[in-house]
């Protein structure tokens, strides 16, 4: 038996099973943190739920501040390809259909996280974004202004038209939160409304 082999298997195995581990506590973690809030999350609920010992989350994550950055960063970054897909999804339907298809997957996307969004806003409210937390705005911008461009308005149009859309995402969101409604609720109603507005010049 080749020693090289296997020693890079019982490697793969061992990475594949810290993060498996790493993703259940980070589900927990999310769980028990947008029950419980923020102030005081407890890590042997966080550990129940995941299925480990409370020492197991220690040796994953330093302490309960390293567990929440680890969230945040964890799931900003699925968010990313996710928005893309959704805006690649589109690309060849004409306009209006391409600009309401992708504001519903989108807001389905973000209703498949409404806990972490609700930890994201707790955590940081509106204002000056970090680096990290702007590549999930980078993308959203990035797909509406491919889609939004498509009309051939001047650049500084286009822009502002963004600025407005992504806007009207945000607001949706809060919007939910605040009230205890799904992001897609009125999202075709959101459209119309952006539409009329969009196309009036």
């Known amino acids: 038996m080749n020693g090289g082999s296997s020693q890079r298997a019982t490697g793969s195995l061992r990475e594949r099973q810290r993060e498996a581990v790493t993703a259940a506590i980070l589900d ?4 028990v943190v947008d029950e419980h809030g923020l102030a005081a999350p407890p890590m042997a609920e966080i550990a129940r739920r995941a299925g480990v010992a409370v020492g197991t989350v220690y040796n994953y994550f330093p302490d309960r501040d390293g567990l929440i950055r680890a969230l945040l960063h964890d799931r900003r970054a699925a968010l990313v390809p996710r928005l893309r897909a959704a805006a690649e999804a589109h690309a060849k339907e004409p306009f209006e259909a391409a600009l309401r298809g ?11 996280r409404r806990a972490f969004l609700r930890i994201a806003f707790e955590l940081r409210p509106p204002g000056r974004l970090t680096d990290k937390e702007r590549a999930v705005v980078n993308e959203l911008r990035a797909s509406l202004t491919a889609i939004l461009g498509r009309r051939r308005r001047a650049p500084a149009r286009v822009a502002l038209e963004v600025r407005v859309v992504a806007a009207a995402v945000r607001a949706a969101i809060l919007d939910g939160l605040e009230h205890g409604r799904r992001f897609t609720d009125d999202v075709d109603a959101l459209v119309d409304l952006l539409l009329d507005g969009l196309g009036r010049r």
Do not use: G, Q, S
């Not at 927990?28 to 769980?31: I, K, S, T």
């Not at 992708?102 to 498949?112: A, G, I, S, V, Y």
């Open 28 to 31: 927990a973690a999310e769980a």
């Open 102 to 112: 992708f504001l519903r997957d989108c807001l389905t996307l973000m209703e498949e």
